[in-house]
């Protein structure tokens, strides 16, 4: 079992450029979560999917941030145009819905925004 | 409003002693409440979890007691260990399958 593989782990990139953030979740994972950390607002949940489908996207702040998830084992978030206030650590994670069954994070990728 | 609440940003306790961590959450909708500890630099790992028609659920050194007329929750740890020295975070899972995670308490185990 790979776990769920965030790339990239780094990302630096200027304002008002694209940025997109890579996960793939474990394999057989039917349910996909993107998660963003920061110090003010802790752990966010910004978007979620079940069966490749968003089933909840109420967390994601504004019109500049877009996720999909094309197949069951790839999903991208992507910013464009990216700010400063966007400087975060994001998390993927992945489970199998059932009730209780924990989520598979990822080791996030930290962005910062210049 | 489904708000996970943990009001201790911090604690501290000696190895060896018990290291309690709580809990508090509004609206009586849910289905399972979860443990995860984050070490820096690492996701969340998940630690142990309780369904609503429990009151307690233990996994070796772990035991989370749930208390649903005060919507209050707490993990114990016995005998804390500096190894446990992380952020815990207690989470929610709603029936609508959204999670929802608490601000987090910094657990310090002092050898």
């Known amino acids: 079992d790979a776990g769920v593989i965030q790339s990239p782990r780094h990302e630096v990139t200027e304002m008002g450029q694209e940025v997109t953030l890579r996960c793939k979740p474990i394999?057989?994972?039917?349910?996909l979560f993107w998660y963003r950390q920061t110090m003010m607002r802790g752990l966010e949940l910004l978007i979620y999917?079940?069966?490749?489908?968003?089933?909840?996207d109420s967390g994601m702040p504004e019109d500049r941030f877009s996720a999909k998830m094309p197949n069951a084992s790839f999903s991208t978030l992507k910013i464009q145009p990216s700010e400063p206030r966007d400087s975060a650590v994001y998390f993927c994670?992945?489970?199998?819905?059932?009730?209780?069954?924990?989520?598979?994070f990822g080791n996030g990728t930290r962005l910062t925004v210049t | 409003d489904q708000q996970v609440k943990q009001n201790s940003p911090s604690l501290s306790v000696q190895e060896g002693r018990i290291s309690i961590l709580n809990c508090d959450y509004t609206?009586?909708?849910?289905?399972?409440f979860l443990w995860y500890k984050k070490y820096p630099a690492e996701g969340p790992t998940f630690l142990i979890s309780?369904?609503?028609?429990?009151d307690k659920n233990e996994d070796g050194r772990f035991t989370v007691f749930l208390n649903k007329s005060a919507k209050h929750l707490s993990l114990h740890i016995v005998p804390s260990q500096p190894g446990d020295s992380a952020v815990y975070f207690c989470?929610?899972?709603?029936?609508?399958?959204?999670?929802?995670f608490g601000p987090g308490t910094s657990l310090s185990v002092i050898p």
């Open positions: 609206n009586s909708m849910f289905d399972y």
């Open positions: 394999s057989g994972h039917n349910s």
């Open positions: 994670a992945s489970s199998r819905r059932q009730g209780g069954s924990p989520l598979h």
């Open positions: 989470v929610r899972e709603t029936s609508y399958d959204k999670v929802i």
């Open positions: 999917f079940n069966n490749n489908v968003p089933i909840d």
């Open positions: 309780i369904s609503s028609i429990k």
